[in-house]
């Protein structure tokens, strides 16, 4: 059985309603653009700054932003880019890979109270859905923006509102 028009909008408003809440939450206590430059370079570094830039749908002077602060606060380093002197690589340094690595276990830690009074079976039923859902979006989900953007130009596009 398919889901029908009010199960779809439902749990479209749902998804959203959480991803803001998990935004407004995060970002009084850090700059997820930050973290997600940081985790970039400790998960695939060294990479240019345009890669990090596409991997996080940012702007690249926005990346350019955080990867220096993030080089003043010492979790990063840069390097000259053997393959085109003009461009730098981006690489985490041991400060930054434990910056990370105690960020992640906070935001687990809180994770975890959230859903205290949760049953495993009920941990492991959304863990498994949310995947399902995420490879999905990544299939199809962008495409489908595209799409729409094209079909209503400047009303309300997916990155203008």
């Not at 596409?54 to 010492?74: C, K, N, W």
């Amino acid at each position: 059985m398919e889901a029908n028009k009010g199960q779809v909008s439902r749990l479209a408003r749902s998804t959203a309603r959480f991803a803001e809440a998990m935004r407004q939450g995060t970002s009084r206590a850090y700059d997820p653009v930050r973290v997600g430059v940081l985790q970039c370079a400790v998960e695939s570094g060294p990479l240019r700054a345009g890669e990090i830039a596409e991997r996080l749908d940012a702007l690249p002077s926005s990346i350019t932003r955080h990867v220096q602060a993030l080089i003043d606060s010492g979790l990063v380093s840069t390097s000259p880019d053997p393959a085109d002197r003009r461009a730098v690589l981006v690489e985490a340094t041991e400060a930054g890979r434990a910056e990370l690595a105690q960020f992640l276990e906070i935001g687990d830690q809180v994770f975890g109270e959230v859903i205290a009074d949760w049953s495993a079976e009920d941990v492991d039923t959304l863990t498994r859905l949310l995947d399902r859902m995420i490879e999905a979006w990544a299939a199809v989900g962008t495409h489908q923006q595209q799409r729409a953007n094209r079909r209503r130009p400047g009303r309300f596009g997916w990155s203008r509102i």
